[in-house]
């Protein structure tokens, strides 16, 4: 017996292979070893469900065999040792372009669409009915997400789209973009999937060359002001530096306090702005509800407080720690 797996090395390109049913951690090495590089086990961080292998402790790596099953797909991350956020919509557009030809293979029905209201040969999805024409921006508008407009619940791919190979492809690009709430891994604009192991910010892609910010992505010679390699950020609009800054505006409800006009989601890491109202405020992505202030859930900060109108605690700061890494030595 045998294990299919996939290793993805670049975006978009894929290595088909087998594992033994009872594979060893040397049955793993010969395999990489023998269908990607020699010297591949050196160069790359491999990552499972968002898990980094660890292929230096034989114990350790048979307490995480469980994660590779037959068609796991398995990331391999190029080590950088110099010195991420991606660009969501470049990921997404990938598979937009791929969409018209999936959508033909699915059955539609004559219906009133959700979203421009007319009556048009229609998908259904939950309690939600959406025509041809509005779906592919329904569906890049809420990051390749199935999500009902009605009660927003999620369906998933494999209960919606038929093609293997296409549902295989969402699949794959869900556990991408999960990987890019690290703050160590990156997509270079090659496609290759690479992982900072220094955290500092100028960076050198081994498979393009370029040199570029890990953090922001961009070149790093793309403008005259000179951009600094430094721990977390190059200083110039750098994405991560960006989510952690705010602005203090008036406290609609006690002018004599001062709020945050922004705020990172503890949970998510998106940015959430201010309302002008409450305190509290609700992430528009996973829809968690914080204080701008003491930054504790709205539960925990309505129990230790008596008031909306007090100020339930100085501003807390927040640090580049609070970003996941997949790296953890």
Request: net charge neutral; glycine share 2%; with cysteine.
């Amino acid at each position: 017996m045998v294990i299919n797996v996939s290793f993805i090395t670049v975006v978009g390109k894929t290595i088909h292979t087998q594992l033994p049913d009872n594979f060893s951690i040397q049955d793993f090495k010969t395999t990489v070893i023998e269908k990607i590089d020699s010297s591949a086990i050196q160069h790359y961080r491999f990552i499972v469900k968002n898990k980094d292998l660890c292929l230096d402790d034989d114990d350790e790596f048979g307490k995480q065999k469980h994660l590779i099953k037959n068609g796991t797909t398995i990331f391999l991350l190029r080590r950088m040792h110099g010195g991420g956020y991606v660009e969501t919509p470049i990921l997404i557009d990938i598979i937009i372009q791929e969409l018209p030809n999936e959508l033909f293979k699915l059955k539609s029905i004559m219906n009133e669409c959700t979203i421009c209201m007319e009556d048009r040969f229609c998908f259904k999805i939950c309690c939600s009915v959406i025509c041809t024409g509005c779906f592919p921006l329904y569906f890049k508008s809420n990051n390749l997400k199935l999500k009902c407009l009605v009660c927003q619940l999620e369906t998933l791919f494999s209960n919606f789209f038929i093609s293997d190979d296409f549902i295989h492809s969402l699949e794959s690009l869900d556990e991408i973009l999960q990987l890019m709430r690290h703050i160590d891994c990156q997509i270079c604009h090659c496609g290759m999937l690479i992982v900072n192991e220094t955290l500092y910010s100028k960076q050198t892609c081994q498979h393009c060359k370029r040199t570029f910010c890990f953090f922001c992505n961009k070149n790093w010679n793309d403008v005259i002001e000179k951009r600094r390699n430094d721990l977390y950020t190059c200083h110039l609009n750098c994405d991560y530096e960006t989510k952690l800054k705010y602005d203090l505006i008036p406290y609609v409800f006690n002018k004599s306090i001062m709020i945050p006009n922004c705020r990172c989601c503890p949970k998510c890491f998106n940015v959430t702005s201010y309302d002008g109202k409450s305190k509290y405020q609700q992430c528009n992505i996973c829809k968690y509800h914080f204080c701008f202030i003491c930054m504790a859930s709205k539960i925990e900060c309505d129990q230790a407080n008596e008031s909306i109108k007090q100020q339930c605690s100085e501003i807390q700061s927040q640090q580049f720690t609070i970003f996941p890494r997949i790296a953890k030595s």
